[in-house]
């Protein structure tokens, strides 16, 4: 990607598809060699993380602590498949260390480890850290007068942790204009709905409630999530919060919405039908 | 005793004995109910979901309210059962833990699963080694490490008799169930010897004691006489036992956890103030590396040979 004053030249859905779909089957090939993971997470989150990293966000791989780089916060940490793909092919590290997933010392944890890998700011995998420490981001560029964005990605259920609610106070108080949540609205959690488990909706007035200025969109639609996220947040006034209406397992047909999938890990016949699903 | 089926050549989930006591135990007592956090499946808990579907509370990914519910079910007059990952319902609500469970002296049972390095390749976040460091701080929560499906079951029983806070560390490591004297018993704050010896004693629990057990072969091979002690609470600690461990002039701890202030910490206090003798403290040391369970056990010498080694070495600093 081009240093962040520079124009962006990729920004458009189609190209955003092609990156979508190398990191689905990059990160399900992951999953299967280490047959460990979180794919079904993974999945849903993909054609966010693609639109943020190949259409929205500016950074430089090769100046990854840039003071004015925009930030990313990997809030739902369990799906490292998706996360770690998306890294390696916007050229944070060589894509080859994929293939050390989960391996003895390799610096590819189950989750997420900022002393291990350009690109990661903070470590996360426990569930509702990474609003608050985005919060955080956002209120030094606040103090500073910054330019930079800051982006968090969480789950659904993850919200379920009070810790979010905590941020979203402060970040409407503060009417964080440059913070950006983008929710990863898959209806599932670990083990079930949750709408079944503790439900959220109406997810969207909670948000407004708090101050936030709230779009709901299709999350696997590249040129809606590129409109709402790239649109400039000077003058909103407020925190942007993203539901994006996703599908656990998104692309495969026999993980879609399927709860199995949270963390199950594909045998040599799923994966390679879904190797043949995901063309 | 609550059986629970071996899963691959003799070796157990304890999660597994966990899950068939407290369903037993709910038939014979209403009051009994389960907290979780979206942790039914891996609390194992789908069984007593089935059975007892009113009387399990689903409380979401909230480990703090999931702590702070079973306090106030308990004020309710329930014997709440409230179970996540160990990591979470620890670290995450460590205060809840404090103020609304051991502070306010609540009948309110913890259960921590798939304790110590469970979790393996998931990294520090989900490992839960730094869990008896901080709950040894509340000086009447009762804290025990079961070692085998037996012990687990059986501290299931104790914690649910004992009217007051207890925490169990239950693993989801295969472990095989230990050898015990014919009519064995448990009670909270007493170890037990599993292997007589005079040279020098193993303190372990939880996981370790088998790899404890293993080790003390080894030795007594090579003419060692090693004790094995399983001390499965570590609050309230058994004291007689520790003095009469350093009377063999030589203590190893072994735990799954940090070499800070767990097991090793807990008996060090204990044999400092008392009757002094060279101890070694076997854990890991810190945020550990990624890696599997397996692989972190061998690394950190959490295994039969590392454990062997630490003996001779602290042997030969007897004085
Ligand atoms: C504090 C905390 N509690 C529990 C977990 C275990 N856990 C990992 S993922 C998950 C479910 C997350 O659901 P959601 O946020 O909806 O994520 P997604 O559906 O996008 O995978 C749970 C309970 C955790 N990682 N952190
Ligand atoms: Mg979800």
Redesign the interface.
């Known amino acids: 990607m081009p240093s962040p004053a520079a124009p962006l030249k990729n920004n458009i859905a189609s190209d955003i598809a092609a990156q979508a779909l190398w990191i689905r089957r990059r990160s399900f090939q992951m999953v299967y060699e280490a047959q460990q993971g979180h794919p079904g997470g993974d999945f849903s989150a993909t054609d966010i993380l693609a639109t943020l990293y190949f259409g929205v966000m500016r950074y430089d791989p090769k100046n990854p602590t840039d003071p004015k780089r925009d930030r990313f916060v990997m809030s739902k940490g369990h799906c490292t498949g998706a996360f770690y793909s998306v890294l390696a092919r916007a050229g944070y590290f060589p894509e080859a260390d994929l293939t050390t997933y989960m391996e003895p010392l390799s610096k590819l944890n189950g989750h997420p480890n900022r002393n291990y890998l350009p690109g990661v700011e903070t470590n996360t995998g426990p569930l509702g850290h990474g609003l608050p420490v985005a919060l955080g981001i956002a209120i030094a560029g606040q103090i500073d007068n910054a330019d930079f964005r800051t982006f968090v990605l969480t789950g659904d259920g993850e919200l379920q942790e009070g810790s979010n609610w905590e941020a979203a106070l402060t970040g409407g108080h503060r009417k964080l204009e440059n913070l950006t949540l983008i929710i990863d609205r898959n209806r599932l959690q670990q083990g079930a709905r949750t709408e079944e488990t503790a439900s959220l909706d109406p997810l969207d007035d909670k948000w407004r409630a708090f101050g936030w200025h709230v779009e709901v969109v299709d999350g696997h639609d590249h040129a809606q999530l590129l409109k709402v996220l790239s649109a400039s947040p000077k003058g909103r006034g407020k925190p942007l919060c993203v539901i994006a209406n996703t599908f656990k397992g998104k692309g495969v047909s026999f993980m879609h919405d399927n709860v199995a999938w949270h963390h199950g890990v594909p045998t040599k016949e799923q994966y390679e039908q879904a190797m043949r699903e995901l063309v | 005793m609550s059986a629970a089926a071996p899963s691959k050549a003799g070796l157990f989930d304890c999660r597994d004995s966990f899950a068939a006591t407290i369903e037993a135990l709910a038939e014979s007592d209403s009051r009994i109910v389960t907290v979780v956090s ?5 609390s194992k808990l789908g069984g007593f979901k089935k059975k007892f579907p009113e009387r399990m509370v ?8 999931l702590v702070a519910v079973g306090a106030g079910l308990a004020n309710g007059g329930k014997v709440p059962f409230v179970s996540a990952a160990s ?2 319902i620890t ?2 609500a460590l205060e809840q833990v404090k103020a609304d469970i051991a502070y306010s002296n609540v009948n309110v049972k913890l259960i921590g699963q798939s304790s110590g390095v469970a ?1 393996g ?3 520090p ?2 490992h839960s080694i730094e869990d008896l460091a901080w709950l040894r701080l509340f000086n009447n929560l009762k804290l025990i490490v079961p070692a085998d499906p037996w012990q687990t079951a059986e501290a299931i029983k104790a914690a649910a008799a004992y009217d007051g806070p207890v925490f169990v560390r239950v693993s989801r490591m295969a472990v095989p169930a230990l050898d015990r004297p014919a009519g064995a018993t448990f009670e909270i704050g007493k170890a037990e010897t599993l292997v007589e010896g005079s040279d020098a004693t193993i303190i372990a629990n939880g996981t370790m004691v088998h790899r404890a057990v293993a080790a003390a072969k080894t030795l007594a091979a090579e003419g060692i006489s090693a004790r094995v002690v399983n001390m499965a609470t570590v609050n309230p600690l058994d004291e007689a036992v520790i003095a009469a461990a350093a009377e063999t002039g030589a203590i190893i701890t072994v735990e799954e956890h940090s070499v800070r202030g767990g097991l090793g910490g807990a008996v060090a206090e204990v044999v400092i103030s008392t009757n002094p003798v060279p101890m070694r403290i076997l854990g890991f040391p810190g945020f550990v ?4 369970a397996a ?1 972190l056990f061998d ?1 950190f010498g959490l295994n039969e040979t590392g454990i062997a080694d630490a003996v001779r070495q602290t042997i030969a600093r007897k004085r």
């Open positions: 979206d942790s039914v499946g891996s689903n409380v979401g990914i909230a480990e703090q309210t990591c979470f670290g995450r979790y390749e998931l990294g976040t989900h590396p990624t890696g599997s692989w690394n």
